[in-house]
């Protein structure tokens, strides 16, 4: 502490629970802010996941159906959740089967990028599937 005072610097505890513990003199001000700048480049590099939604309806067309697929595969490429999501409306509720299919086509269509973390599952008048990127890509 002396020796610190004498530099007109702080003396800073790098490694608390070391034994015996580590000091540096520093300029606490200095220290913090590399300390700051170190988390921020760390966090800079994480990737979040996040969750994409496709909506369908029961009765959406082969083409239609082929261009939501591509954008699914590239969100699964990045990394990405997707989620499912067929509406029903009105008399829709009476094809349902039509819908579950619809995912299922889906999901096979995806899976060599993806997996299946919940089967298609009502809720409501939706009906929904969650897929996640494939562990291998």
Not at 59 to 79: I, P, Y
């Amino acid at each position: 502490m002396e020796i610190a005072a004498s530099l007109e610097l702080d003396l800073v505890e790098v490694a608390p629970n070391a034994s015996p513990p580590v000091c540096k003199v520093i300029d606490f001000g200095k220290f913090m802010y590399e300390k700051k700048k170190k988390e921020k480049e760390a966090k800079k590099k994480q990737h979040t996941m996040q969750v994409k939604e496709l909506r369908f309806r029961p009765n959406t067309d082969d083409h239609d159906l082929e261009f939501k697929t591509r954008h699914a595969r590239g969100f699964l490429e990045d990394g990405d959740k997707v989620k499912a999501t067929v509406q029903f409306r009105g008399r829709d509720m009476l094809y349902t089967e039509k819908g579950e299919e619809l995912l299922i086509n889906l999901a096979e269509k995806l899976d060599d990028v993806s997996e299946i973390e919940s089967k298609p599952t009502m809720e409501g008048r939706r009906m929904i599937m969650i897929l996640t990127p494939s562990k291998s890509s």
